[in-house]
């Protein structure tokens, strides 16, 4: 299930505490290479750092730690994310520009450089085949699971594999969030441009979720191509891409800081995709509305709400239609209260569409609800 030709480890080098958290990816050959990253204007210094490495569109390695974010550190944090890239780089014996640094956690404290050159300095010796699984355990903050989704792929005789992780659980609200996404692939679009096949599908699925409305200083999403299994169809290629973006938001949503359940929110019969785009943002980031959803509140009047304080995109109210689970509550009696509060209660999947009147475009959502769980673990999360 592994891509060829990419290596990798994880490891802890006591950034923190005892679990993984550290990382490095590895392709024996040079990839094809594309990246996202977060709209936030404080970006951390890997992002800086990122960004000017992938500029001529190749990268042959990642190296990641978790537990300190390298964010509102200075240009301290800018020289260190770039000497750990040098570092890694003698190491393994390519070129500095063709790694990509990634770091997720606390905010505004000092890289422990040291172990970390410690550990870039003995990394090739750490790398095994695949064992991409360790990476995505080794990525985790407050995540309660790994996520990983892959994809192997035959056509015309070419078989391969795009294998895609991802941490992420607070911090979330995209374009994009506190939430790092590495995708590896041994097959090549035929024809395509690799930022535009990420793109799509990263706003078909990234940019579609939300956990708490908060838009990351970190947010990295890499796409790695190397080529050893030979080239694909860009349909092909961007099917199995967007499928795997959306497992992933979807692992992501469900595991979101104190979270119970996951909601997939459908907007339908917008005008266009921008008006569906902001609609299903309001609702799904909505604190009225998840708050509602954890509870089994069959309150229906907030997502009346939601949907109206987009005040730019004026929906008459006589053609609003709203689904949950099924259940047309707009006007609600009693008895379909009731079902709606039943419905509520007894899914961890709560499905909900929203038919607007307005249009033809539909565009999909995740999010989840919010609890207790989330307070708690952000009210104590430096202490």
């Known amino acids: 299930m592994y891509p060829l030709g990419f290596y990798s480890f994880g490891k802890n080098i006591g950034i923190k505490d005892a679990t993984l958290d550290f990382s490095v990816i590895y392709s024996d050959v040079i990839c094809d290479a594309t990246a996202v990253f977060t709209q936030n204007n404080f970006p951390g210094s890997p992002v800086i750092i990122g960004r000017e490495h992938i500029?001529?569109?190749?990268?042959?390695?990642?190296?990641?730690?978790?537990?300190?974010?390298?964010?509102a550190t200075g240009q301290k944090g800018i020289d260190d994310a770039r000497k750990t890239c040098e570092v890694l780089a003698q190491n393994l014996g390519i070129r500095t520009e063709d790694i990509l640094p990634s770091s997720t956690g606390v905010i505004g404290v000092p890289l422990p450089i040291e172990k970390i050159l410690t550990a870039c300095n003995s990394a090739k010796e750490s790398l095994k085949i695949g064992n991409l699984e360790e990476v995505a355990q080794a990525i985790m903050t407050t995540d309660t699971k790994r996520k990983i989704?892959?994809?192997?792929?035959?056509?015309?005789?070419?078989?391969?594999?795009?294998?895609?992780m991802a941490k992420g659980a607070g911090m979330i609200e995209p374009n994009m969030a506190t939430m790092l996404s590495y995708i590896?692939?041994?097959?090549?679009?035929?024809?395509?441009?690799?930022?535009?096949?990420l793109k799509s599908s990263v706003d078909k699925s990234f940019n579609c979720m939300s956990i708490d409305t908060d838009t990351s200083t970190s947010d990295t999403v890499v796409l790695m191509?190397?080529?050893?299994?030979?080239?694909?169809?860009?349909?092909?290629?961007q099917k199995a891409l967007d499928e795997i973006c959306i497992?992933?938001?979807?692992?992501?949503?469900?595991?979101?800081?104190?979270?119970?359940?996951?909601?997939?929110?459908?907007?339908?019969?917008?005008?266009?995709?921008?008006?569906?785009h902001k609609i299903g943002k309001s609702v799904i980031n909505s604190p009225l509305v998840k708050t509602a959803i954890y509870g089994g509140d069959p309150n229906w009047g907030r997502f009346v709400m939601a949907i109206g304080k987009v005040f730019d995109e004026k929906i008459p109210f006589e053609n609003l239609q709203i689904f949950i689970g099924g259940i047309s509550v707009k006007g609600a009696n009693k008895d379909t209260l009731k079902k709606l509060s039943d419905y509520l209660k007894t899914n961890s999947l709560i499905s909900i569409s929203i038919h607007l009147g307005s249009g033809n475009s539909?565009?999909?959502?995740?999010?989840?609800?919010?609890?207790e769980g989330y307070i708690q673990e952000n009210a104590y999360y430096t202490t």
């Open 55 to 71: 500029r001529d569109g190749k990268l042959q390695a990642i190296v990641i730690n978790s537990k300190n974010s390298n964010v």
């Open 149 to 164: 989704s892959f994809r192997e792929i035959e056509v015309g005789g070419v078989k391969g594999t795009i294998y895609g």
């Open 184 to 197: 590896l692939s041994d097959l090549k679009p035929e024809n395509g441009n690799l930022y535009d096949i």
């Open 225 to 237: 191509c190397n080529g050893k299994a030979g080239f694909i169809p860009d349909s092909i290629f």
């Open 247 to 276: 497992d992933l938001t979807k692992q992501i949503a469900s595991d979101g800081e104190g979270a119970t359940k996951l909601i997939e929110l459908d907007i339908f019969e917008a005008k266009n995709e921008m008006q569906a």
């Open 362 to 371: 539909s565009k999909r959502f995740w999010g989840c609800d919010f609890t």
